[in-house]
């Protein structure tokens, strides 16, 4: 993953039990996105040690910075070398129902896995995470059943997640795509990114403030510089 992985990757490492040591974090460029060479010559290292890298994860949305990995370069690196390429959408995946805002997350169509929050742009209540793929048998890699819950046939997620009981989130997001709809989404998506991009355009005139990142989705970083008259 590049260094600006989300903190749950490192949450995920502790639960498999493969030890934090064992996620490669790969230094990001000046727009927080994953370097392509670092990444291909951290690959060059672990398999002249025979290291197999089993998945990789690219991040379609930096939660500090909204930034996008180079999606479509990590999936042909991801098929070459057959490993699991996943794509931390959380932030940016709801962008895809903007027809507009769609082409930055190109590549994402080819994560073996996706996860994406509707807890953000799709805005409904904390807690409504997504984990979508590609292969849907693969959700069925982790399920237990309980005479008295999870029965067999039963459509819980419970049976395949960490929490054995699950809220009616689903409703919530269900309701919202059916009342929202795409359009409406592609209204709310747009308007927040040019909101953004309007927003670094007045700091950019402003001597007192600087911008930390360029915004690529709805995420703005900016500062008060330190020489500024403001501080005086």
Not at 116 to 144: C, N, R, W
Request: glycine share 8%; proline share 3%; net charge neutral.
């Amino acid at each position: 993953m590049s260094e600006r992985g989300h903190y749950s990757l490192k949450k995920a490492a502790d639960v498999l039990g493969i030890g934090r040591q064992s996620l490669i974090a790969i230094p990001t460029d000046a727009n927080n996105r994953i370097c392509i060479d670092k990444l291909e010559t951290k690959l060059a290292e672990l398999k002249a040690r025979n290291v197999k890298v089993f998945a990789m994860v690219g991040v379609a949305g930096t939660t500090e910075t909204g930034n996008i990995d180079p999606l479509d370069k990590l999936a042909d690196i991801a098929g070459r070398e057959g490993i699991h390429f996943h794509v931390d959408a959380a932030w940016g995946g709801a962008s895809l129902m903007s027809q507009n805002q769609r082409p930055k997350l190109k590549g994402i169509e080819r994560a073996d896995s996706v996860t994406i929050d509707a807890h953000k742009q799709l805005y409904v209540p904390m807690g409504a995470g997504m984990v979508i793929f590609k292969d849907p048998s693969l959700v069925s890699a982790i399920e237990h059943h309980a005479d008295y819950i999870l029965r067999k046939g039963s459509k819980d997620l419970g049976s395949h997640t960490l929490e054995g009981s699950r809220s009616g989130m689903a409703m919530l997001l269900f309701a919202s795509l059916n009342i929202i709809g795409r359009e409406g989404y592609q209204l709310l998506i747009d308007q927040s990114v040019d909101k953004a991009r309007y927003f670094a355009d007045l700091i950019q005139t402003q001597p007192d403030f600087e911008l930390i990142s360029e915004p690529e989705l709805c995420l703005l970083t900016y500062v008060m510089c330190r020489k500024s008259s403001v501080l005086h």
